[in-house]
C-alpha cells in the first residue's frame, strides 16, 4: 500500500469531546521522518484496528511531491485509495511553479492547485479549487503576506475581491491591516505586540469604526502560544483556545471550549 516512508518519531493523539473520549476520531498515530516532515497518519476503529491512512511523500530537500489517502475495505485487510495526489515542481525563467493534481478513486486527475515562488523562495501567488463554488487565489508581498485575494465559497454569495493594505513597525510586525472591496472600506484590524514581538491583541473594526471584534493572547516564559480568548463586540468571550506544552516546547494539549461545549486533543510523543 503506497511506497517508501521512513517514519522516525511518532505522536499518539486521543480526542475528548466534553471529557468523554470520541471514539470514531481518536486516537490517531501520526509519525514523522527525521526532518520533521508529516510522513503517516493512521486512524483506528473501535476495535483497535486501523481503518484510514494518509500518506505524505517528500523529496530530498523536504517538499511535499506525493500524498494519498487509503481505507480498509469492510471486513477484510485489503486497503482501498480513494484519494491520490501529486505536485509537480517547475522552473520557469526566475519562478518556481507548483502544479497540484488530485484524483478521486479512478476519476481524472484534475488541476486544484498552483503555488508560484520567486528565485529567493518568497511567495507570489497561490490558486486553491477544489469544486463545488470554492476557489481561492491570493498575492503576496514580499514578506509573504496577502495583499490581494480573490475567492468564492458557500458564504461569500459569489467571488469576491479584496485587497489589504499592511503597516508594519521597525521590527515588520503587522501594526494595521485595511481590507477594501471595490476601493471601499470594508475592515482595519489593529494589532498589538510586546517587546518580544509576540502578539498580544488583536482589534478589528468595520468602515464605521465600530468595533466588531478582538482576539487576546496569551504566553507562557518560554513565548508558547498558551491561549487565545475570542471576543465579540461587547467583550463577552466566544471561544476559549489553549495549548500546553512539554519540555521540549511540544503541544502536548490543545483544545477549545464555549459556553456549551469543550473538546481537546491530548499527544503523547515517541
Do not use: A
Amino acid at each position: 500500500m503506497g511506497r517508501g516512508y521512513q517514519p522516525m518519531y511518532k505522536s499518539y493523539c486521543t480526542f475528548f469531546y466534553n471529557n468523554i473520549e470520541n471514539k470514531n476520531n481518536s486516537p490517531i498515530n501520526n509519525y514523522y521522518d527525521v526532518n520533521g516532515n508529516h510522513v503517516l497518519r493512521v486512524l483506528f476503529d473501535n476495535r483497535g484496528q486501523e481503518r484510514y491512512r494518509s500518506i505524505q511523500i517528500y523529496n530530498e530537500i523536504s517538499e511535499l511531491i506525493e500524498y494519498s489517502d487509503w481505507d480498509r475495505v469492510t471486513g477484510s485487510n485489503q486497503w482501498r485509495r480513494w484519494l491520490h495526489g501529486i505536485i509537480e515542481k517547475i522552473m520557469e525563467d526566475d519562478k518556481m511553479i507548483f502544479y497540484k493534481k488530485e484524483q478521486t478513486y479512478s476519476n481524472d486527475y484534475n488541476l486544484i492547485g498552483i503555488t508560484i515562488y520567486n528565485i529567493n523562495g518568497n511567495l507570489i501567488s497561490k490558486m486553491e479549487s477544489e469544486g463545488d463554488g470554492f476557489f481561492s487565489y491570493h498575492e503576496y508581498n514580499d514578506r509573504n503576506d496577502v495583499i490581494f485575494s480573490r475567492y468564492e465559497n458557500e458564504k461569500s454569495g459569489g467571488t469576491r475581491e479584496e485587497r489589504y493594505f499592511i503597516e508594519y513597525d521597525s521590527h515588520f510586525n503587522k501594526i494595521c491591516i485595511k481590507t477594501y472591496e471595490n476601493e471601499n472600506l470594508i475592515s482595519e484590524t489593529i494589532n498589538n505586540f510586546n517587546e518580544n514581538d509576540l502578539l498580544l491583541q488583536s482589534i478589528r473594526f468595520n468602515n464605521l469604526g465600530n468595533i466588531q471584534s478582538k482576539w487576546i493572547y496569551s504566553y507562557d516564559d518560554r513565548n508558547n502560544l498558551i491561549e487565545i480568548k475570542f471576543l465579540d463586540n461587547n467583550d463577552n468571550e466566544i471561544l476559549i483556545k489553549y495549548f500546553q506544552y512539554d519540555i521540549e516546547n511540544r503541544i502536548i494539549k490543545e483544545g477549545e471550549r464555549e459556553r456549551d461545549y469543550e473538546r481537546y486533543w491530548i499527544y503523547e510523543y515517541s
